[in-house]
């Protein structure tokens, strides 16, 4: 059974934006595209309950922690109503429509990024461009759109909470057979740089929800902020993290990083503006400031918070 996509009426969606009384953009005709196909590539996910956090300890094949973190040991009942999810990763080319047509520069033009930067590649961002994209999607169509939540990724990775390490067709990583390899990327790259982020939704299959790459093409911005604790009173309906905080939720794995890194239980905390968090061991945390982490390595996709 294919998975429900999500319905489209581009000319309702047309009127809903100038309802909004937002200045009709230069590029009108490329956002307009923009919103027709973001909407095509919508997976509806069906709501349900879950147990959140590392499941390795109760996983029929191993029995063992899939990760080597702390912050996600406390398994935790989660309930969650339907939402839709984007099944790829925003693209460059999506991204640019969007920049320019909120008067903003292209982004990763003449940063590190640039050399793996191309049109079907996921766009490189920091937690406010990412959010900021999303919101400009809700304007535009008058669609809830947002970013994920921490619970709504996993579940989402997961094919509604099924005891899946990775995101992929069989809860495996295979390379070469479901996940591309160094050389396929290095061929893929405009730089020839074996570590860019993969072309989006290209080439393997998706997890059996239909939703391609979850945290193996970089790591994905969610909403939440980070709780080291969180999982241990987190609330059982609909979770959105903490009040506040310093640093927001990335899920997922570093582009072509280790396969440990990339298990879709896997909780990595970082500065929303991407500011360099010196390492443990450093003695001098003075030098890394004004330090970013490139941007290539964080990505993101948008969820529409509508149960039908």
Sequence with gaps: MKPAIFPLILSAVTLTA???GKATPDNQEAVDAVLKRTQAHLIYVKGGSFEMGDFGPKDPRGYLPWSFNQDDKHLHKVTLDGYYIMDRQVSYADYDTYTEATGQPKINTDNSSSHTRAPNVPAGVDWYQARDYCHWLSEQ????????????????????GKMMPYATDDGILRKGKNYPTREERRKA????????????????????????????????????????DYYEHSPELNPTGPESGKLK????GETAGSFLGMVTVIRSPYNPDLALIPPKESDHPEKYAGM?????????????????
Excluded at 208 to 216: A, E, K, N, R, W
Excluded at 249 to 252: A, E, K, Y
Aim: glycine letters at 8%.
């Design 292 to 308: 970013k982490q490139t941007a290539l390595m964080s990505t993101f996709r948008c969820v529409v918070n509508q149960a039908q």
């Design 141 to 160: 169509s008058g669609r809830p759109y947002a970013l994920p939540t921490e619970a709504q990724w996993e579940y989402a990775a997961r094919s509604r």
């Design 18 to 20: 100038c309802s909004l």
């Design 249 to 252: 939720v990335r899920r997922g």
């Design 189 to 228: 790259s405009p730089a020839d740089d074996r570590y860019a982020p993969y072309p989006v939704a290209k080439k393997y299959p998706p997890n059996p929800l239909g939703v391609y790459q979850m945290g193996l093409n970089g790591y994905e911005w969610v909403s939440d902020w980070y709780g080291a």
